[in-house]
């Protein structure tokens, strides 16, 4: 029998803009990662893995990401780096971007990686040798929590997991994740292997699965409830829309609705009471444009059909009670007010734009220069941004624009 009263929190750390930007084929632009950070911190999420704070290209993002949250832009929700568990990746790492207060540094645990990507250069135990001194490295430098990744988790012996993870506790860690990076468990054998290593560890597990198997949700669920019956804390890594390397990650919005609504979680597992489930409509909406890609249409909460009744007996049902049919209202995620579409004049501002028109945008949006310097600025600034993701700026972005000028000049610098 399983004592609740025992039962700890559960955390969400969505990591789209790593995971997810790396993926094949899908790709986001600076200033979109920067917008997709600004709604996940609206939305109440842990913690965001922002991006690879040793590549070139990510560095001027990263840093003005930090100043955004310096500002207050980005509220409460950690901005943490991802690299490898090994010392040049964390010493980078600070030389890069000397503000990051959160990482998360990662190194492949199973032995048919450590054979077949190390090829004898490393054993096991160069293995926890690099992990245990990138963590301390990283701890000197500053950073003010650190997670400690098990690449390919799920197929790495438990009792070597339970070793790595005391030595992450041991030296100063914060959380052990969890990677099923080939999406091979299952939600029984996730539960029970997380159990054994929270139990012996009594240290906070991250889950981060993957979608191989059509089960990414059901398994870090299940394994969150592992750890949080174990009496420790558990954190839930999600993408926006499930994007991610091959098949997927788990789906945050699904994630948040399994442990809102399925019978076994609902009344059992305390989700973070900061997180916004009012907000999914807004970021998927989001991912799915500035990614160019559409949410499928049985998309769980936000797809187009997620509240569509029409055979017979279905919209019969829903009429006379829309609890027939629906286990959540369309209003839980988000999905509010009808969206309107212009479909006559209609004045844009963007890369080949002007003031007059510039103006009109603004003005719209309610946000007016009386000062035509800085107008100007600004138009240059939303010429730059609108060659940047090249596609229509969206109303949030025009507006995140005028409101952080010196920040966006930063995300939009990048020097080969
Ligand atoms: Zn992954």
């Known amino acids: ?26 790709l986001l632009s600076k200033l979109a990662k ?3 950070n600004v709604y996940l911190d609206e939305m109440g999420l842990f913690q965001s893995e922002i991006g690879f704070p040793t590549l070139k290209h990510e560095v001027n993002y990263i840093n003005a990401n930090l100043e955004l949250a310096k500002k207050g832009v980005i509220g409460k929700m950690h901005l943490e780096g991802w690299c490898r568990a090994v010392k040049e990746d964390v010493e980078l790492t600070f030389r890069n971007c000397p503000d990051i207060r959160h990482l998360n540094i990662s190194i492949s645990t199973s032995d048919i990686m450590i054979q ?18 990138s963590l301390k490295l990283a701890k000197y430098m500053g950073a003010e929590t650190v997670g ?13 997991l339970i070793e790595f993870s005391l030595a992450a506790k041991e030296n100063g860690a914060d959380r052990f994740r ?15 292997r997380i159990k054994k290593i929270a139990e012996a560890t009594k240290f906070p597990v991250e889950m981060h699965c993957h979608n191989d198997l059509g089960m990414a949700e059901a398994v870090s669920v299940s394994g969150a409830q592992g750890a949080v019956e174990s009496g420790v804390d558990a954190y839930i890594n999600t993408t926006v829309n499930g994007f991610g390397e091959r098949a997927g990650n788990c789906d945050l919005v699904s994630t948040i609705l399994a442990l809102k609504y399925s019978h076994g979680f609902a009344e059992r597992v305390h989700l973070d009471e900061r997180v916004d489930l009012k907000k999914s409509w807004k970021v998927a909406r989001y991912a799915s444009y500035a990614f160019g890609i559409p949410i499928p249409i049985c998309q769980a909460g936000v797809g187009a059909n997620a509240f569509a009744h029409e055979s017979g007996i279905h919209a019969d049902g829903a009429l006379k009670d829309r609890r027939n049919y629906e286990l959540y209202d369309p209003e839980d995620v988000g999905r509010v007010e009808p969206e309107l579409l212009d479909t006559g004049r209609i004045i844009t501002t963007g890369e080949y734009g002007g003031l007059k028109g510039f103006r009109h945008v603004y003005d719209k949006l309610g946000i007016h ?26 109303d949030d972005e025009l507006k995140f624009i005028a409101e952080n000028p010196e920040i966006v000049c930063k995300i939009l610098t990048v020097t080969p």
């Open 148 to 160: 400690l990744n098990a690449e390919d988790a799920s197929r790495t012996d438990v009792g070597k």
């Open 1 to 26: 029998m399983v004592k609740y009263q025992t039962v700890k929190n559960i955390f969400l750390i969505d990591v789209t803009n790593r995971d997810g930007v790396q993926t094949s084929r899908i």
């Open 178 to 192: 969890y990677c099923d990076t080939l999406g091979a468990d299952d939600p029984i054998t996730i539960y029970q």
């Open 116 to 133: 077949g990507k190390f090829q004898g250069r490393k054993t096991w135990d160069d293995v926890l040798k690099s992990a245990v001194d």
């Open 34 to 36: 920067t917008m997709m």
């Open 369 to 394: 220069f009386t000062d035509d310097k800085e107008a100007r600025k600004t138009l240059d600034l939303v010429q730059y941004a609108n060659l940047h993701n090249q596609k229509p700026l969206t």
